[in-house]
C-alpha cells in the first residue's frame, strides 16, 4: 500500500559525501516519522537518524556532526546528508517510515541501497 523508494547509494572513498533520498508513496494519511536504518556485513540493523512529523531529528552518535537529515514534506521524502564518509558507514541503507494509511498506523521499510566508502 505504501512503497518507499530510495535513492543515492553508490561507492565513495573516505573523507567524500553521498546524499540519500527517500520518497513515499501511496495512500498516506500522514508521516509520522521517517528515517534511515543501516546493517553493516555481520552486524545487526541499526538506527541512524530519522526526523519526526514536528522536526524533531535524532541522529546516532556514531555518524554525528557528519550526517544531517531533513526532509520535504510536500514531497513525502526524506534526505540523508552523509559527510566525511569512513569506511564503517560501509553498509545498506534502509529508508523507514511510520505513518498513518489505511486507517490505523503502519512501518514501512524500503529496499535498501548500498554505500560502500573504500579507503
Known amino acids: 500500500q505504501v512503497q518507499l523508494v530510495e535513492s543515492g547509494g553508490g561507492l565513495v572513498q573516505a573523507g567524500g559525501s553521498l546524499r540519500l533520498s527517500c520518497a513515499a508513496s501511496?495512500?498516506?494519511?500522514?508521516?509520522?516519522?521517517m528515517g534511515w536504518y543501516r546493517q553493516a556485513p555481520g552486524k545487526q540493523r541499526e538506527s541512524v537518524a530519522h526526523?519526526?512529523?514536528?522536526?524533531?531529528?535524532v541522529i546516532a552518535d556514531s555518524v554525528k556532526g557528519r550526517f544531517a537529515i531533513s526532509r520535504d514534506n510536500a514531497k513525502n521524502t526524506v534526505y540523508l546528508q552523509m559527510n566525511s564518509l569512513k569506511p564503517e558507514d560501509t553498509a545498506v541503507y534502509y529508508c523507514?517510515?511510520?505513518?498513518?494509511?489505511?486507517?490505523?498506523?503502519?512501518?514501512?521499510w524500503g529496499q535498501g541501497t548500498q554505500v560502500t566508502v573504500s579507503s
Open positions: 523507514n517510515t511510520n505513518c498513518y494509511t489505511g486507517g490505523s498506523v503502519h512501518d514501512y
Open positions: 526526523i519526526t512529523n514536528d522536526g524533531t531529528t
Open positions: 501511496g495512500s498516506i494519511f500522514s508521516i509520522n516519522v
